[in-house]
């Protein structure tokens, strides 16, 4: 790939396959599937936050109208082979073992966890019924925040638990200790990055069917379910629902939105899918926004003491402290946030030292789960926020500590003394850090900042600039398959397990393989999404185009490769001497002998009685699943560029400049278009999302009114600069993107809000930065002491 | 699998795993899917065997209750990409291209054509409705008898058909001439087979479904068919419906018995899945007997002129003839009978030279295509007969003649002069011809039968004795794909589109598959006919468990291999120390170390993140399409004993004796079934069924009344005994068996019913050999002539 001078279709900027559908109304989500005879469902949730469940009357909500059934946690255990969900990866770090159950068990730990499912004919007779449902609940003490599940005393999460403390980890390397005590500066702070959502456009929900038309050898249960992952749906079903691995076919439609949330295998899709199998009925359950706010998972919930050492040329020594992780009620997903938070920090410096220790505590609120940065932003927000202050008591700029400090090309591929969950080492495995970060720096006029800030001084406003370096571990392993194929009509058709959310994975996918069958993108089909032929894992974690992408590049080549080999077979000639072309494979430089992926398509399948033509193997079809381990790790640098009015507290985004390297593009439209939205999302996070409960784990944020989400009229135009340094470990040199473009925006806007209010010797530590607390950094700063 | 002293199920006679469900009546035959809201069609059929169409009115029809609409080629056609089936496989022989049309396209040339199919709301109102068509018929003249279709002025078949020779083409090798000019003997006949059907007792049928969930990129239309060859229907509907490979799935329920007819794709598939396509609404066909006779294909209507030249000692110098094969109105298959026909004769035996010129000749009547022996009956039929009448001509004994003949053991391998349809080399692969027929002669004391004889004639009883041998050509290749697949749940799945046609085709790949995984039939789950991921034909000329077979035995290995690699790194030991037992993979000799199936499928698809456990590639999982393209050749000798009533002319046959050689069996009791259903068969070809055309090719006999089938009345006790030749082309060392038992049933029966009436001199020439024709032998012989 990386050997060619010039590509067909990959590299380009091609429109998206999935939008003509999509923007005329032709998408089909999963609230469009609406089997025949399909049945609707509707939950009721706690309204406690920790309860233990006396009893549950359903009959008065029995006798509703179009009411088919309310069923408990007892009604399903019977048909389950278990009561939880064991979703959670293996670690000798966890010490509590804190599954979520299918319906809640005799017991409530959050606000919004599921207790019984109604299934009516309508979703509006659901809902009635499900408010006539009577639980009698018998209220318990109740740990809202993290510092608090710690302390001596406090209640436990669940009735039963020993403690909170769901796992304690950490990371070293270095002599931490010796870096303190010969630095020439240290500087320390408590950061906390509070609670959000993801808020898809579209939430979950779930369609569970019977097979309308069984087979004897097989009853099938169908399932379709807004997820980022059907593999893992599909993994959980088979086990609780005791299907093989064939017994259960989920799909995903099209999805509107996923950035994390959907990642995890719910409560509702398990007990969806037991209904409509218990009852025989397709049966369909569709989340709202309220719903979503208070039983979809959330995060960014923690709490970071800690500290950096550097020298007198502000080289970093070491970093060292400790992290508390706010992990909800439940096991959603497992460690990985807060391991992706702990490795972070120092991945894009150079750091002598470092020292981390990782608490995850249990709360009596929704579990939270990775979005968009999976961690990672808060690791840089922490990072960012300490180099800040570093520079400063150094006496040296921003940019000029980072330059000092970030790991350089000639380190790479630079290997941190750190390790991958699986085991695996951490190789930064290309880029130019410095390189990228000088070009943002250029773009914005960093050195020429000093005369806009007085611009706007005479506003009446003050102007800061800000800066932040990223590096995201991008394309987790191990693998996703990817099957291509070509169909007797002459059309290619790939298929995969892995989920398309709206970023343009059908679009991905057709470039990667039409560059290998000749080009013709309006030749391929892209299915994503089927539990039915791929195996795989789905879609986060910036992964997709690592992994499928190099499965579908690998299987491209196996189709291309077997053309080839029959078209030379039929030619009568060497397959070096023939070419892909579009629809057809032909003799090179001579227009007229060729042949059709129709009629190679037809003849690879071979007659019967008659030997294949000239291929070991019949079909022109491969499923690959290329095994890649070490992670592909994206870089970047944001500056922005804020004005904050003194008087309200409110900060206006006026410039932004997203400096990035993400390998080797398949398409930069869609990079560009995961770079916009990323940001928009980190704006989010920096400035206004922010889900608030009260001492007794109660939700406080549960409308748009309440929770702030960014809008067109906050969002400054967002300059991208693209960098291209080919990933060494894959062949098409790619790394992910879907989520780098939110890590470092937090400590961006915060470091510009710290320049703009640099007189009043503010440092942000906290996100979101909300007027109040800009407005309380003033006062506190004007009356000499230090805002709370 | 050879050199394995023991088996662990493969070999063994274990129960059917099908049997259960079908004994208790949860079989799932074609009516028993009912998909909601489907409607029911009705064909409107052809009177005439040979009319042009001049209109067609429906518009009374229409008006009918119920009546949802009426659909001619000329409605269809623009749903379509063609207006006919291209089923033929491609031959230089072929003369005239007589594709059948979706429906009646201006003309119909056989009694039984469909020319409208009705859709109503059920079935009896489709029926109705289709007897209130008008069609609008100007009759034209009949071909009836395919030696007239050849006279000069006779007239054509098709309205515009230049003539009615199909094609022609003949095999040769040797001097056949000088064989003759230097023969002691010449013994020469014209024989007779007549036509017949295959009568399985569950017809054809048909049901096709758009996709009741559709996604937004595929658009499948679900059909279910009660056909041998899914692969073949899907591949035909892909075509004229335009669509993706993947956009049909066609899937084979239980099946009521195929036996040839059902591996043709017909015109009602098309027409059903094309009306429900458009109509998007599900519709189901199914055939009645009475359609059966007038519309699924038939055979074995052929005319033989045939002689053999022998030397002194009885030895075979040469074969030579001519054979005219009726192929009815159009093409349904092909040209493998006539083929078939024309290769098989001189195989069992060491023949000098053989010429045969072959006319495959059009008729009005329903198209043949083949039926249990595809032509070979026919060829074993002459064969036989011949010799036979070489013996008296030598003056030696009809066993001794073949002994002096056969092919022996030390011949194999025996490459014939005479080459497969697809270009490779006849090589008879293995078997000891010689002593197959000896061990059949032994168990019948051939040499005592004289006092037998004389027992019933003191009955008034003519008693007699026949033999024939066989040999045929098995396990058609290219391939037939198989998935062998571990589920997270411990069971393994198999998955092939092999055709289950009520043979056993599950417990043959569930005793291969289990013979490589642990020997447990129970973890074994086989989904058979099923287009949705293999490749490969159908069911048909015995080839499954040799090309299916093959397939699951190589993917069983190498799901074996994964499963013992993974373990052994689970195990942390090398994999030769462990050994795969029912549902675990243990370490040999003890007993505790082990790892589930079940753990060893869910560790082979890894964890986000984490490296795979040892191997390469994810999952347990093969699918494997073993090419296999030399023909595996079954043999053996059926021995008859007969009494004749020479008053009645009915023959009673008292003791059949059945060798064989198909290989190493894979069940015993799966051979014995195929045997003693194909001897019932076989007789019925002997002595029963004929199905009758007049002169204007209208069928006489549509009924069981009329056309006779054997009952158990008429079924003698079949004594079987096994050889067991390995095959040397396949890893298991399998032959097909599935048609085998057929082949020589009518020229056994003939010579004992020569035998019977040896003082009549009677030589049958023609089958079935009906009790007036044994009359009319008997009247023609005391009064010196020769039976018409």
Chains 1, 2 share one sequence.
């Not at 180099?387 to 380190?411: P, T």
């Not at 079809?621 to 790790?633: F, L, P």
Request: hydrophobic share 40%; with cysteine; aromatic share 6%.
């Amino acid at each position: 790939m990386s050997n060619e001078a010039e590509t067909k279709v990959f590299g380009r900027r091609v429109r998206r396959l999935e939008d003509r559908a999509l923007v005329t109304g032709k998408g089909r989500y999963l609230d469009d599937i609406q089997p025949a005879g399909c049945l609707a469902a509707a939950f009721v949730r706690s309204p406690h936050a920790h309860a233990a469940i006396q009893s549950i009357d359903a009959s008065e909500a029995l006798e509703m109208p179009g009411v088919r059934g309310v069923y408990t946690m007892e009604d399903l255990a019977p048909f389950l082979t278990g009561r939880r969900l064991v979703v959670g990866l293996p670690s000798a770090a966890i010490r509590l073992q804190v599954d979520r159950p299918v319906l809640a068990d005799g017991e409530v730990v959050h606000v919004g966890e599921p207790i019984a499912i109604v299934i009516a004919d309508t979703r509006s007779q659901a809902e009635d019924a499900a408010e006539a449902l009577f639980v009698d609940f018998d209220p318990l003490p109740v740990v809202s925040d993290c510092r608090d599940a710690l302390r001596d005393g406090a209640p436990t999460v669940h009735r039963d638990g020993p403690h909170n403390c769901l796992a304690t980890f950490g990371f070293s390397f270095g002599d931490v200790d010796a870096a303190f005590s010969t630095a020439t500066h240290t500087v320390s702070g408590t950061y906390e990055v509070h609670r959000g959502g993801a808020h898809s456009i579209e939430g979950r929900g779930v369609v569970a069917m019977p097979d309308p038309v069984p087979d004897r050898s097989t009853d099938r249960l169908l399932v379709w379910s807004s997820t980022q992952t059907p593999l893992a749906l599909k993994k959980v079903l088979c086990q609780l629902l005791d299907r093989d691995d064939d017994g259960v076919r989920v799909h995903t439609p099209d999805l509107g939105g996923g950035f994390g949330p959907k990642l995890v295998t719910y409560p509702e899709e398990v007990a969806v899918a037991a209904v409509a199998s218990m009852i025989a009925r397709p049966v369909k359950w569709v989340e709202d926004r309220q719903e979503h706010f208070v039983a979809t998972a959330q995060e960014r919930d923690q709490v970071w003491d800690m500290a950096m050492a550097v020298d007198a040329e502000g080289r970093i020594l070491g970093i060292r402290g400790t992290l508390l992780h706010d992990h909800g009620a439940y096991t959603a997903r497992g460690l990985n946030i807060a391991y992706g938070s702990g490795v972070t920090v120092p991945l894009p410096y150079n750091v002598g030292a470092y020292g981390i220790d990782i608490s995850v505590v249990l709360t009596n609120k929704v579990p939270t789960a990775p979005i968009r940065g999976a961690g990672q932003p808060q690791a840089a927000f922490v990072m960012e926020r300490l180099l800040d202050k570093a520079a400063a008591a150094v006496g040296i700029d921003r940019a000029e500590i980072r330059r000092r400090n970030l790991v350089r090309a000639d380190q790479m591929p630079c290997e941190k003394p750190l390790k991958l969950r699986g085991g695996g080492n951490i190789v930064l495995d290309s880029g130019d850090y410095p390189a990228t970060m000088e070009s943002a720096l250029k773009r914005v006029d960093w050195d020429g900042f000093a005369a806009r800030r007085q611009a706007s001084r005479e506003k009446g406003l003050l102007r800061g600039i800000g800066l932040a370096n990223y590096v995201e571990g991008t394309g987790r392993g191990p693998y996703e398959s990817v099957k291509v194929e070509i169909s007797r009509n002459g059309r290619i058709q790939a298929t995969t397990g892995a989920a398309a959310m709206g970023q343009g994975t059908e679009t991905m996918i057709a470039q990667i393989v039409a560059e290998q069958l000749g080009g013709e993108l309006s030749l391929v089909s892209v299915r994503t999404g089927d539990t039915d032929n791929p195996l795989g894992f789905g879609g986060f974690n910036s992964r997709q185009t690592v992994v499928a992408g190099a499965s579908a590049h690998a299987a491209a080549i196996k189709v291309r490769d077997s053309m080839l080999k029959l078209a030379g077979h039929l030619l009568e000639t060497s397959p070096d001497d023939l070419e892909v072309l579009p629809g057809r494979v032909a003799l090179k430089g001579v227009g007229d002998r060729h042949v059709t992926f129709a009629d190679l398509a037809s003849a690879s399948l071979g007659l019967p009685g008659y030997p294949l033509p000239g291929i070991e193997t019949p079909g022109l079809s491969a499923r690959e699943s290329v095994v890649i381990n070490d992670m592909a790790y994206t870089n970047g640098t944001a500056v922005a560029e804020v004005e904050v009015d003194p008087d309200t507290g409110s900060v206006e985004v006026l410039d932004f400049t997203f400096a990035h390297d993400c390998g080797r593009m398949v398409n930069p439209d869609l990079v560009d278009g995961q770079i916009v939205g990323a940001v928009a999302h980190g704006l989010g996070n920096a400035l206004f999302e922010h889900m608030l409960f009260d001492q007794e784990a109660q939700p406080l944020t549960t409308t748009f009114a309440d929770y702030l989400m960014v809008t067109a009229a906050e969002m400054p135009t967002v300059e991208i600069l693209h960098t291209e340094s080919p990933s060494p470990l894959n062949a098409l040199g790619v790394k992910g993107v879907g989520e780098s473009g939110v890590i470092p925006i937090t400590p961006a806007v915060a470091s510009a809000i710290d320049d703009a209010l640099s007189e009043f010797g503010v440092h942000i530590a906290r996100a979101p930065v909300s007027p109040q607390a800009v407005r309380a950094e003033i006062l506190q700063a004007q009356s000499g002491g230090q805002a709370s």
